[in-house]
């Protein structure tokens, strides 16, 4: 166990639809990075958070947002979804004190 | 923008021998970090061995092991007396490096991955 939690597990929704993904950071972790794992794509960084504020951006979507609560908590929001959006998102948190990214057991997003 | 590339996309090997790994990656950063992750059919991503860019000697846990060639931008990971619950896939992953020697948490170190490797260990 990680420490990293996600919820939901899985996600079934519609092409159109919005929604959203909610990862926990281990206590005491600051930063959180949200990743997409798709098969046509591999895994892709999509945004940083660190401590309530964006710190980088990567592939991601202007579909897709997110943001850190000052309870430390993330939430990824996933709008307009369109079929090529089913993936495995998964969040990692790190602390100050190394380098190490701790992954969540990810949220399986299934759009139809 | 770093690279990674994982020229084997799928391997295998038989229970208790030995099988590599490769990786190859291209920066032009001198300090950074490299990871394999673990990714069993439980999805879970699961860190099993990291190298620091500066250190010359190879890491080490149990059994797995890195060859790490700096100059040939090189990182394979072998694995040793290979078991059953190695089956997975397997990443190779890149850190940004440090803004300086003294890590601060409020950089930005978000990984690069290579596509993966599936290894399947036979009975």
């Known amino acids: 166990d990680s420490g990293v939690t996600q919820t939901p597990k899985h996600l079934i929704t519609a092409t159109g639809q919005r929604v959203t993904l909610r990862c926990s950071p281990r206590?005491?972790?600051?930063?959180v990075y949200w990743y997409q794992q798709s098969l046509d794509q591999g895994l892709q960084f999509l945004i940083q958070?660190?401590?309530?504020?964006?710190?980088a951006k990567g592939n991601i979507l202007e579909r897709f947002s997110a943001q850190q609560f000052p309870d430390l908590h993330s939430e990824l929001n996933l709008s307009s979804l369109e079929l090529g959006d089913s993936a495995l998102y998964f969040c990692?948190?790190?602390?100050?004190?190394?380098?190490?990214?701790?992954f969540g057991p990810g949220t399986r997003l299934t759009v139809l | 923008a770093q690279t990674v590339t994982q020229s084997q996309p799928e391997m295998s090997v038989q229970e208790a021998e030995t099988v590599t790994l490769s990786c190859t990656y291209d920066?032009?950063?001198?300090?950074?970090?490299l990871f394999w992750y673990k990714q069993p059919p439980s999805r879970q991503m699961i860190l099993v061995i990291r190298?620091?860019?500066?250190?010359?000697q190879n890491a080490t846990e149990n059994r797995f092991s890195v060859n790490f060639q700096k100059a040939a931008k090189s990182f394979s990971l072998k694995i040793s007396d290979s078991q059953l619950g190695d089956t997975a896939m397997y990443f190779c992953?890149?850190?940004?490096?440090?803004?300086?020697?003294?890590?601060?948490?409020?950089?930005?170190?978000?990984?690069?991955f290579g596509k993966g490797t599936k290894l399947s260990v036979i009975p």
């Open positions: 990692a948190s790190q602390g100050l004190a190394g380098n190490e990214q701790f």
């Open positions: 206590s005491g972790d600051l930063s």
């Open positions: 958070y660190y401590n309530g504020e964006e710190r």
């Open positions: 920066t032009s950063e001198n300090n950074y970090y």
């Open positions: 190298q620091e860019a500066y250190k010359q």
């Open positions: 992953a890149f850190m940004k490096p440090y803004a300086n020697l003294a890590y601060s948490g409020a950089g930005s170190y978000q990984l690069t």
